[in-house]
């Protein structure tokens, strides 16, 4: 197994990334990654508004993947996150849904025991999510903070160990970056973060040739979830719908009516995030429903 060490970090998805490590299908790769807040927050003191903000949501890679080219799908299974035993999780005015009410900045540091997340007297078992995770994309510059078709800061409480992401590839070996992993998050990030932590991510990596999905989607063990990020909350979820019953109409061969009519009695239409600068909404879709394998529809 190849590790991608802590310090390659990139700020930012683009078409010419250079890859920090080759590696090849079928291969398992391990991430260390740093918090979303680059490490600057380690005390109740440290405030968002003090930090370095050219710091700030990082992630870590690029994994080359040898035989994956542009218009193949990127499979990635995730196989394990550990976070680290402690995490940080900050707002302030004008951060997040109501950070027009939110008075003064805010920092906790959330120690992690036996399996929860520790707030106050209230012990939250964790969850760990990988925040950021994407590969390159086709053109444009798009900072890690920033979700798109590429993937990036999809801050999607779905994205756990055990899923497979699939990701349309751009560019030559996919170039897999991750980090921002939160030890539990609920949907919607509220206040603008998680509990945000290092962490140590394996993933082993395959591909589905000359076919692709136009968004990324995250695989469960009953479902399929298309992520949609756009600038606002209602375009996401508009075109996870349009997405949903595309794919839909696609498997069992209806017309946009009827795919629409499936989707309103079957799929759910749900949000990851509302609080960064792309916000991302996800189609649930019963793989039930489907009556094909994935591959065939993309
Ligand atoms: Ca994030």
């Not at 993947?65 to 394990?80: A, K, Q, R």
Request: glycine residues 10%.
């Amino acid at each position: 197994m190849k590790t991608i060490p802590i310090d390659c970090q990139i700020y930012a998805f683009n078409s010419q990334m250079k890859p920090a490590v080759r590696t090849e299908l079928g291969s398992t790769l391990l991430f260390e990654t740093q918090d979303a807040l680059g490490g600057q927050v380690r005390s109740p003191d440290d405030i968002l508004a003090d930090l370095d903000f050219t710091r700030i949501n990082l992630a870590t890679g690029p994994g080359y993947v040898d035989g994956v080219n542009p218009g193949d799908t990127l499979v990635v299974c995730i196989h394990s996150i550990e976070p680290a035993d402690s995490g940080a999780i900050v707002t302030g005015p004008g951060l997040g849904v109501l950070g027009n009410e939110m008075k003064k900045h805010a920092t906790r540091i959330l120690p992690i025991e036996d399996g929860f997340v520790l707030f106050d007297d209230l012990r939250l078992p964790i969850r760990p999510m990988i925040g950021v995770i994407g590969v390159a994309p086709e053109e444009g510059h798009y900072a890690t903070g920033t979700a798109h078709k590429h993937g990036g800061n999809m801050d999607t409480k779905e994205i756990v160990a055990g899923r497979i992401v699939y990701f349309p590839v751009a560019q030559p070996g996919a170039l897999l970056a991750l980090g921002d992993v939160h030890a539990v998050q609920g949907d919607g990030e509220v206040c603008v973060s998680a509990c945000e932590v290092d962490a140590r991510v394996t993933v082993e990596v395959a591909s589905i040739a000359g076919r692709q999905p136009e968004w990324p989607i995250v695989e469960t063990d009953d479902a399929f979830l298309i992520l949609v990020s756009l600038p606002t909350i209602d375009e996401a979820l508009e075109e996870a719908t349009r997405q949903a019953v595309k794919l839909l109409g696609k498997a069992r061969e209806l017309p946009a009516e009827d795919a629409c009519m499936l989707a309103s009695l079957a799929v759910d239409i749900e949000i990851s995030q509302l609080v960064d600068p792309n916000k991302t909404a996800r189609a649930r879709i019963p793989k039930s429903i489907l009556g094909a394998p994935l591959a065939e529809l993309l």
